[in-house]
Antibody
Framework: EVQLVESGGGLIQPGGSLRLSCAAS????????MNWVRQAPGKGLEWVSV???????YYADSVKGRFTISRDNSNNTLYLQMSSLRAEDTAVYYC??????????????WGKGTTVTVSS | SYELTQPPSLSVSPGQTASITCSGD??????ACWYQQQAGHSPVLVIY???KRPSGIPERFSGSNSGNTATLTISGTQAMDEADYYC????????????FGGGTKLTVL
């Protein structure tokens, strides 16, 4: 079964750091486009970052320079290292697999999310 | 950066057709997809490549994309379709290539 399971969320003080993990099963992380998407309380979806199968990484302007996406091929796991956290980073963080077969791009598998709360 | 605009809300009666729009500059030149997010759940892909339905998505969901507007259409809307709907597009030429619309809350009453 194709599945994504996020972990690592919690309560963190402003300025702190946190690492999120996303364990994949049923497919190979390194052969896919893997994303982090977040949703602040009562708000819409916000794309955060992607790591392409070739290793290229991209970020939303709101997290550039503070967040780092990476993957561990041996553990088939995606990560998001978050630093200099702000109150506005408070959200549910989802990992999602994207497919891009014909110049399109859509996320067909999503995890259940992990909650990050930035507060003193 | 690229932006997608959706109406914040839409109300329909059961059995009616719901049309949710998503606007962006020359959106018709890109592929659009749509996600359904029911309260307390993760998003689910309902339309990809403008008008294709993933396995398991009912036939009442359809999509189109032309000019500056993509549209998600739900025919014969059911109470279970009440949810938030998000469009999404990809612009590989930009530094932040993935964009979501702001979402539309569909109410079936």
């Amino acid at each position: 079964e194709v599945q994504l399971v996020e972990s690592g969320g919690g309560l963190i003080q402003p300025g702190g750091s946190l690492r999120l993990s996303c364990a994949a099963s049923g497919f190979t992380v390194s052969r896919n486009y893997m994303n982090w998407v977040r949703q602040a309380p009562g708000k819409g979806l916000e794309w955060v970052s992607v790591i392409y199968s070739g290793g290229g990484t991209y970020y939303a302007d709101s997290v550039k320079g503070r967040f780092t996406i990476s993957r561990d091929n041996s553990n088939n796991t995606l990560y998001l290292q978050m630093s200099s956290l702000r109150a506005e980073d408070t959200a549910v963080y989802y990992c999602a697999r994207a497919l891009s077969p014909w110049g399109d791009y859509y996320m067909d598998v999503w995890g259940k999310g992990t909650t990050v709360t930035v507060s003193s | 950066s690229y932006e997608l605009t959706q109406p914040p809300s839409l109300s329909v009666s059961p059995g009616q057709t719901a049309s949710i729009t998503c606007s962006g500059d020359k959106l018709g030149d890109k592929y659009a997809c749509w996600y359904q997010q029911q309260a307390g759940h993760s998003p689910v892909l309902v339309i990809y490549q403008n008008n294709k339905r993933p396995s398991g998505i009912p036939e009442r969901f359809s999509g189109s994309n032309s000019g500056n507007t993509a549209t998600l259409t739900i025919s014969g809307t059911q109470a279970m379709d009440e949810a938030d709907y998000y469009c999404q597009a990809w612009d590989s030429s930009t530094a932040s290539p993935v964009v979501f619309g702001g979402g539309t809350k569909l109410t079936v009453l």
